[in-house]
């Protein structure tokens, strides 16, 4: 059994950074994990993905080059290092993992149905 817990969410200005973090417990390691946000009104989407071992990174073209995903297996831990935040990132941030039969690829990798663990989500509001 996984279970994901998702923090560091908030309130934040345009511009500012913001780091989330998910905890994991569970047989985890060796699988792929990602992030996920749901803005208000809209379809859950991907923002970020890497890789069992951290080697492996990919992201949403509105995450690119202004977030950063990263993982301590040690401590089972991922995390979403976000920068330059702008009003369009508000949205409840989730952490899922990768079905462990999953080809990934880059357009695997983004699809909500490829994930069977989720947490429960973290709130980020961005404000203008």
């Known amino acids: 059994q996984v279970q994901l817990v998702e923090s560091g969410g908030g309130l934040a200005q345009a511009g500012d950074s913001l780091r989330l973090s998910c905890a994991a417990s569970g047989r985890t390691f060796l699988r792929y994990m990602g992030w996920f946000r749901q803005a208000p009104g809209k379809e859950r989407e991907f923002v970020a993905a890497i890789s069992w071992n951290g080697g492996r990174t990919y992201y949403a073209e509105s995450a690119k080059g202004r977030f950063t995903i990263s993982r301590d297996n040690a401590k089972s831990m991922v995390y979403l290092q976000m920068n330059s935040l702008k009003p369009e990132d508000t949205a409840v941030y989730y952490c899922?993992?990768?079905?462990?039969?999953?080809?990934?690829?880059?357009?695997?990798?983004?699809?909500?149905?490829?994930?069977?663990?989720w947490g429960q989500g973290t709130q980020v509001t961005v404000s203008s």
């Open positions: 899922a993992v990768l079905r462990p039969d999953t080809a990934v690829t880059g357009s695997s990798i983004s699809e909500v149905a490829n994930y069977d663990y």
